[in-house]
């Protein structure tokens, strides 16, 4: 009957609900996902090779979101549609890059490729990526 399959599914759902929080993740098993994670994250090889990620301390390096997607998609060669802006910002978080939304204009060091040097330039307020360092 309704009233017997209803009250089942009830059971059912307490029962669930009680267990998912008792269990227990074996070693083997997060180490094998979070594996799987880094050898399918584009991010995280880019960064390694590209940027040190440096301390919250280290307040001046910071990178407009739009300017760093462009560099990541120029240098993996991946097209602008296999990796929109919120699954690159959903990446950099996962790989302990911050993004921070600047009010103001401020001054901070710039990555100049013809010269491969930083100069301070002014930056406008907006949107950064925080504390990372264009590797030499």
């Not at 993004?99 to 013809?114: I, L």
């Amino acid at each position: 009957s309704d009233d017997w399959r209803d009250e089942f599914a009830l059971m059912l759902y307490e029962t669930y609900k009680g267990i998912g929080k008792t269990i227990v993740k074996p070693d083997f098993i997060l180490m094998a996902t979070n594996e799987y994670m880094a050898e399918n994250d584009a991010v995280k090889g880019w960064l390694e090779e590209f940027y040190d990620v440096g301390k919250p301390e280290e307040k001046k390096y910071k990178l407009p979101v739009k300017e760093l997607l462009e560099h990541f998609l120029t240098e993996t060669k991946t097209r602008p549609e296999a990796m929109t802006p919120t699954t690159f910002k959903r990446l950099m978080e996962l790989n302990g890059v911050s993004q921070k939304t600047e009010t103001n204009s401020f001054t901070a060091p710039v990555w100049d490729e013809n010269e491969g040097k930083y100069e301070n330039k002014l930056r406008k307020g907006g949107s950064y990526y925080m504390y990372l360092e264009r590797k030499r």
